[in-house]
């Protein structure tokens, strides 16, 4: 989880190397009820937030993924051999078209409203997909109201979601990156038929089969094979 300084309700070795360890779990499935014991103890008052839905084109991808997410943290709360650390509480939210935040219950409000009615120790399960999601504008956010959430950071969002400054970073780092291209949507629009005709010429060097991604976005979503 990233996020605030608060108490983290995950365990995270390059964070918590001075926090408290638990009991030796031993050998067999008392071992593993100890230890999911103690675990469970340590997260006793977490609520997690499950955030999903957002504004963009993979949305409908976002709510499957939020909706399993609830339904696995709700199962695996209620058994006892679990091995990770698992929420008290589970709150599903749906971050609406128009950038509303509804809670479970019809609770609809802001951002800043919605996390301000949640409990102390609140994590951000982030079930989002695509712009305003995975790209660090939602991280940033978060980081600034000083919530913990789950997955990657700011930086490494932001730089990841751009496929485009992606591959220029792995092959600095001597990284096989397969050859590609990487061409403005506004410079086929605007280009007229010789504008366009010098666009497919500057293609032919990377052969006749070729996959066109959208620069920022997932889930096969404008993904095609021309």
């Not at 008052?45 to 499950?50: E, G, N, P």
Request: net charge positive; hydrophobic share 40%.
């Amino acid at each position: 989880a990233r996020g605030s300084r608060a108490p983290l309700p995950v365990s995270q070795p390059a964070r918590t190397s001075q926090a408290p360890r638990g009991p030796d779990p031993g050998r067999g499935l008392a071992g593993k009820r100890a230890g999911a014991d103690w675990r469970r103890r340590r997260t006793a008052d977490v609520t997690a937030l499950v955030l999903m839905g957002g504004t963009s084109a993979e949305r409908d991808v976002s709510l499957a993924s939020g909706r399993a997410v609830c339904a696995a943290l709700a199962q695996g709360a209620g058994c006892p051999e679990q091995a990770a650390p698992l929420p008290h509480s589970v709150l599903p939210v749906e971050l609406e078209p128009d950038g509303t935040w509804t809670a479970a219950g019809g609770r609809s409000g802001s951002a800043e409203e919605i996390l301000a009615g949640c409990p102390g120790r609140t994590i951000v399960f982030l079930a989002l997909h695509g712009a305003g999601g995975e790209d660090g504008a939602l991280q940033g956010f978060l980081e600034t109201v000083q919530r913990p959430y789950t997955g990657s950071g700011v930086e490494s969002s932001a730089l990841c979601m751009n496929k485009h400054l992606t591959r220029l970073l792995a092959r600095e780092l001597g990284l096989a990156v397969a050859p590609g291209k990487c061409l403005a949507a506004e410079d086929w629009r605007s280009g007229g038929p010789d504008g366009r005709a010098r666009l497919l010429a500057s293609l032919e060097e990377l052969g006749p089969e070729l996959f066109i991604k959208p620069l920022r976005g997932g889930s096969s979503v404008g993904a095609s094979a021309a």
